[in-house]
C-alpha cells in the first residue's frame, strides 16, 4: 500500500471513530432511563446518578 492510501485510511478509520464514539454519547444522554433520573421535576436525583453524571 502506498503511504497516500495508509494515510486516507487512518483518516478514514479515525473519523468513523469519532463518529461511533459521539453517537454513543449521544444516545446514552438522550434515553429516557438517564434523563429521567437526572432530570425529573422536585427531585434531588438518585445519588448513583449524582456521583456519576453530575447532575
Known amino acids: 500500500m502506498s503511504?497516500?492510501?495508509q494515510g486516507c485510511v487512518l483518516?478514514?478509520?479515525l473519523v468513523a471513530w469519532l463518529a461511533a464514539s459521539y453517537?454513543?454519547?449521544y444516545?446514552?444522554?438522550e434515553d429516557a432511563s438517564w434523563?429521567?433520573?437526572c432530570a425529573a421535576?422536585?427531585?434531588t436525583g438518585n445519588a448513583r446518578?449524582?456521583?456519576s453524571w453530575g447532575c
Do not use: A, T
Open 27 to 29: 444516545g446514552l444522554m
Open 35 to 37: 434523563v429521567g433520573l
Open 11 to 13: 483518516l478514514g478509520l
Open 23 to 25: 453517537g454513543v454519547r
Open 49 to 51: 446518578c449524582v456521583r
Open 3 to 5: 503511504r497516500l492510501l
Open 41 to 43: 421535576p422536585g427531585s
